[in-house]
């Protein structure tokens, strides 16, 4: 007589934690956008390095040059597209880097969230500040310092806004390979000052050495001050200008790409 024999249960494969999204969803990205914002008011020197500071600058500037109003009128239109540049690449690149310092960064990519709505959440947040940074920039400059634009006001406004765009998403990207808040602040001289001698602030472009030149034809600060100067000359919006700011654009969104497909964990 048979034994009868009890079935075996195949054995199950080992779980494996569910796979990070792909695509960007925007309830994860506007989620991600609103902590960020919160944790920043509850950091007031953040905000004021962030808003303010363009502002003191212009500020200085305007005066520093009072015997001279035309050279402010000149140089003013370029710094204010340069000037939030370089406080959103800062206070971005380093407050990434906290992030994923504190582990804080970890534990947010451990949920089901992609790295493309954790980036696109940052510069939504990030954006949303440097649009009251600009409006105050631009304000002041035009409407209290006299700065003398013959075009609108709001293609300034609107230059500013995306070199802001640029310096946030410039900070996303270059956070990815510090190691601590000090190599993220030394990645300035290496990111911005050579974009600030070449983007045509000092000299025309078109003077400079001819290597320095093509240099500066792949730069996009140089498209930021081009454009910034194309509102100070003409009444109209020129082809020139809408080529400026979508280049513009488009480097701050290929940057954003490059700081999702390079974003990490954790610092090694």
Request: aromatic share 8%; with cysteine; glycine share 6%.
């Amino acid at each position: 007589m048979t034994t009868p024999t009890t079935p075996t249960t195949p054995p199950t494969p080992a779980t494996r934690p569910p796979a990070p999204p792909r695509a960007l969803n925007a309830s994860r990205t506007t989620a991600t956008a609103a902590r960020v914002l919160r944790q920043l008011t509850h950091d007031p020197r953040t905000i004021a390095l962030l808003v303010l500071i363009p502002c003191v600058m212009l500020f200085l500037l305007r005066y520093v040059f009072d015997g001279s109003p035309r050279t402010f009128d000149s140089i003013g239109a370029s710094l204010l597209g340069i000037f939030p540049l370089i406080t959103m690449f800062l206070v971005t690149s380093i407050a990434t880097l906290r992030e994923r310092t504190s582990g804080t960064l970890e534990r947010l990519l451990a949920m089901p969230l992609g790295k493309g709505d954790l980036i696109a959440g940052y510069a939504l947040a990030f954006g949303a500040l440097a649009i009251i940074q600009s409006a105050l920039a631009t304000g002041l400059a035009v409407w209290f310092l006299g700065l003398d634009v013959t075009g609108s006001p709001w293609l300034l406004l609107l230059v500013a806004l995306l070199d802001a765009l640029l310096g946030t998403a410039l900070g996303l990207f270059v956070s990815a390979f510090a190691a601590s808040e000090f190599q993220a602040v030394q990645f300035m001289p290496a990111v911005i000052f050579p974009q600030l001698l070449l983007c045509g602030l000092f000299t025309p472009r078109d003077t400079m050495h001819p290597a320095l030149e093509a240099l500066s034809d792949v730069l996009p600060m140089s498209y930021a001050v081009d454009g910034m100067n194309e509102v100070l000359r003409h009444t109209d919006m020129t082809a020139t200008f809408v080529r400026d700011t979508l280049i513009v654009a488009g480097c701050a969104l290929l940057v954003l790409i490059l700081g999702a497909a390079t974003l990490r964990r954790r610092t090694a």
